[in-house]
């Protein structure tokens, strides 16, 4: 039943990576001849069209596309045409960066997510419970973007605690990743808030705390149990929002080498072999993970079976 | 009661996680706020830091036309035969690099005698073969780098320091274009192009120490063994920013000393800036396909609808100036003094429109939302409005940049119906108003979109000329030609901005990226 389960998914999957490289083929044949975006708009006609036809941007639309094909068929997926090098050489160097900042961010906006989610659980309808529900809703509604530029300001220009842009694991990293953290925070916050209320409501609970249950045990194995499974559905997303979303503009604002980054860069410069070795990298990562999540929430959840 | 005893322990668990968090986060801060030093120290060597919006997307500098690219490497890495400064009257003018001398030897050919004695960061000898290489392969259909070079044809080699150097006609200053080729060794970048791409070896003030993050980072080192003046900065390191206010911030902090292409806004809040004429200034093409916009009144009109003095106050803050009815800017040949911008005159204008019997015609003008920045996209909101009040009716589009290139700028070659007006930034590379005018007005190229063979033959025959003060003449001749004929919108030349710390010194080029980080000095 799992193999046969497994099976399919990956079929599955292998079908939507097919469809995102076709799209983003097609995007970009629709976008017109690179020359333009890559010479610029001083360049002659005689400059633009011998630099087309000696990269081959003049070939008919399907050689161009066999050629694009073949080569993410072979995980080749050629060289960057602004760098000259293998595009998915600046892709591998640029996404563990992104996992870097994607692992620290999530681990705030679960760590976050729980303390938040639970405080206000325990105390529903009071002023903390309140403050909770407020703060939430308005992490999560800041554009990434303003959150950004707003500890920027704050933390760093102000303050002078932590440096405004920069790359490593240490200060660098921690305004970038609390940016990108928050708003997914505040979304779990409020999903582990409305479970844990309910499990704390539950009948189970006053047996439990009878048998001599403390508070932390109470928490740990019905109140965290029981939250796990729609968190664990909840934060994949986030995960997945946080490496091939929310990146895009963390890693511009706070200067973060990362796949997003890469992937703007390369958008603006029409750069189509890195765009699709970062799309199908960004592809094949979010197909991996909801595999992964397919199988802790089976784990997390008794009740849901392989079909 | 129980209830209450088990919220509080829960309580407990929450806070100690809390606090673990928040004292990881100031740990964090605290050892982050003594690793960000950006200037010198008394008794150290000292450093700047610039940061460009982009990262290099290359170091193999001859095969790209990218401007974080030229900002890191040339020409401190890598020098070209010549290079730009200033004389003591504030003139632009050409000295020796790695060319000692040159000499016009024909119309089309220059030699070029090679600096003896210069060493490449690899302890080789330049010499010609180096240089003709260099030149050649930046000439190469598949160099992106070839559009900065419209004249510059071959190089040949004539003995072990001496080269020629061809043009494709007559051209007086090859020894000005030849200032933006970085020479690098022979076959660099072919025998080992990944090693090319992230590593450098040149001739100039600095040697390439450092390369990585993607590219993000590196560092400039002094040369000790450089053949001219050392550097006055002991290491200049590059650190990319790619959002404005973020880079602003960070000179704000001192993390960076030097911030590349402020727009106008944010240029009013550095610490102090940098600012130089550009040599783009922007321009409205204005398509004759409309039997409207034919008429040589509508244009004239068009012109005097445009009240530069207020576009330059408040859509540039100042950091723009007129562009004197022509593409030229005041540094190159070809720039009149004497031809003006069209007196900002709304009645007579209105009037011009009238008698051409367009009140109430519509005028698509299209406009990049993105390409030039925020002052770029308010331009068109205010020249739109500003037609408007004369009587037309301006449907102002920005289309995506794709759209902007295939049904703007080259219109004619993909045969749609060119917009009205079209607003471009503009310019010559190369110092020489002749090579932007062909560009647009040559009856047939993808760009054009007035034809007029007379115009276009008086170009063509001042480009030709061989004489400078004769050249000069002419192409000053022709200026007035185009003015009176009114091809385009004349709208301000906007400057170069760069932000940087108050304890910076620094030269500034009209191309920006031409930086030459050995003139500039930081002190503390």
């Known amino acids: 039943m799992l193999a046969r389960h497994f099976a399919r998914r990956l079929l599955h999957s292998l079908g939507v990576l097919v469809a995102v490289m076709v799209f983003v083929f097609l995007l970009f044949f629709a976008l017109g001849d690179p020359t333009t975006h890559i010479l610029g708009s001083d360049a002659t006609d005689a400059q633009r069209a011998a630099f087309s036809h000696s990269r081959g941007f003049d070939a008919p639309i399907y050689v161009q596309f066999g050629r694009f094909a073949l080569g993410v068929l072979s995980l080749n997926f050629g060289t960057s045409y602004s760098s000259g090098q293998p595009a998915i050489n600046d892709v591998l160097i640029a996404f563990p960066n992104t996992l870097i900042l994607a692992t620290a961010a999530f681990l705030i906006a679960i760590v976050g997510g729980i303390l938040l989610g639970s405080l206000a659980a325990f105390n529903e309808n009071r002023i903390i419970d309140r403050i909770v529900v407020i703060f939430g809703t308005a992490i999560s509604s800041i554009a990434e973007f303003w959150t950004g530029l707003l500890l920027i300001v704050i933390v760093a220009v102000t303050w002078r605690l932590l440096p405004t842009a920069g790359f490593g694991i240490g200060p660098p990293l921690v305004l970038p990743a609390i940016t990108m953290a928050l708003a997914p925070m505040g979304r779990l916050a409020f999903v582990i808030r409305t479970n844990a209320i309910v499990v704390l409501s539950s009948p189970h609970i006053s047996p439990a705390r009878a048998r001599g249950l403390t508070s932390r045990a109470v928490f740990v194995r019905h109140v965290l149990r029981n939250a796990a499974p729609p968190s664990v559905a909840i934060a994949g997303v986030e995960l997945t929002r946080m490496v091939v979303g929310g990146s895009v503009v963390v890693e511009s604002v706070f200067a973060w080498p990362g796949i997003g980054r890469l992937l703007v860069s390369a958008m603006t410069k029409y750069d189509l072999p890195v765009v699709s070795a970062a799309m199908f990298v960004g592809a094949v990562f979010v197909l991996v993970l909801n595999l992964i999540l397919d199988f802790v929430y089976v784990a997390l959840d008794r009740r849901v079976r392989y079909e | ?524």
């Not at chain 2, 890191?72 to 730009?84: F, I, K, M, S």
């Not at chain 2, 070079?149 to 020629?164: F, H, R, S, Y």
């Open chain 2, 1 to 524: 009661m129980h209830r209450t005893s088990s919220q509080g322990g829960a309580r407990k668990a929450i806070a100690i996680a809390a606090a673990a968090v928040t004292v990881a986060i100031a740990l964090g801060g605290c050892s982050a706020s003594g690793a960000s030093t950006a200037t010198s120290t008394p008794s150290g060597p000292s450093k700047l830091i610039f940061s460009p919006n982009t990262a290099p997307t290359t170091l193999d500098i001859d095969t790209v036309d990218d401007r974080s690219t030229t900002a890191l490497l040339a020409p401190d890495v890598y020098e070209g035969l010549t290079h730009e400064t200033y004389d003591k009257s504030g003139k632009l003018e050409w000295v020796p690099s790695l060319a000692t001398k040159w000499k016009q030897i024909a119309p089309d050919q220059w030699r070029f005698t090679i600096r003896p004695g210069v060493k490449f960061d690899d302890g080789h000898k330049l010499t010609a073969k180096d240089v003709v290489y260099s030149i050649n392969r930046r000439l190469l259909p598949s160099s992106a780098a070839t559009v900065t070079l419209a004249k510059i044809v071959k190089a040949v080699q004539v003995n072990t320091m001496e080269v020629d150097v061809y043009s494709n006609g007559p051209d007086l200053y090859v020894y000005r274009a030849v200032y933006a080729i970085p020479i690098t060794p022979y076959n660099w970048g072919t025998t080992n192009k990944a090693a090319a791409a992230v590593t450098a070896d040149g001739t100039g003030p600095y040697t390439l120490a450092s390369y990585g993050s993607g590219g993000d980072t590196a560092v400039l080192k002094k040369n000790p063994n450089y053949w001219g003046t050392p550097a006055k900065i002991d290491e200049v390191d590059m650190n990319v920013i790619p959002d404005a206010a973020s880079a602003l911030s960070a000179l704000q902090t001192g993390e960076t000393n030097v911030v590349l292409n402020l727009t106008p806004d944010l240029a009013a809040t550095a610490p102090a800036t940098l600012h130089t004429d550009s040599v783009q200034p922007f321009l409205g093409r204005i398509g004759a396909s409309n039997p409207v916009f034919n008429n040589v009144k509508v244009r004239q009109a068009l012109n005097m609808a445009i009240d530069q003095k207020s576009l330059i106050k408040n859509i540039f803050l100042g950091k723009a100036s007129a562009a004197h009815g022509q593409i030229a800017p005041s540094t190159a040949l070809g720039f009149n003094p004497n031809v003006k911008d069209f007196p900002y005159n709304p009645s007579d204008a209105k009037k011009l429109i009238s008698q051409a019997g367009a009140t109430g015609a519509t005028l698509n003008l299209m406009c990049s939302k993105d390409r030039y920045g925020t002052a770029g996209s308010d331009l068109c909101q205010a020249i739109a409005e500003m037609w408007n009040k004369v009587g037309l009716k301006v449907n102002l589009e920005y289309p995506p940049a794709a759209q902007w290139l295939s049904n703007g700028l080259y219109a004619s070659q993909n045969k749609v119906t060119p917009p009205d007006v079209f607003i471009v930034g503009s310019g010559t590379n190369d110092f020489d108003a002749s090579t932007t005018l062909l560009s647009w007005l040559t009856c047939g190229v993808a760009k054009n979109v007035y034809c007029n063979p007379s115009l276009q033959n008086q170009i063509t025959q001042a480009s030709q000329m061989t004489n400078s003060a004769a050249r000069e003449k002419a192409l000053e001749a022709a200026a007035v030609s185009v003015d009176t004929n009114v091809p385009f919108v004349w709208l301000p030349l906007p400057q170069n901005i760069w932000g940087v710390s108050k304890n910076v010194k620094g030269v500034m080029y009209p191309i920006a990226e031409d930086v030459r980080w050995a003139d500039w000095s930081i002190t503390n």
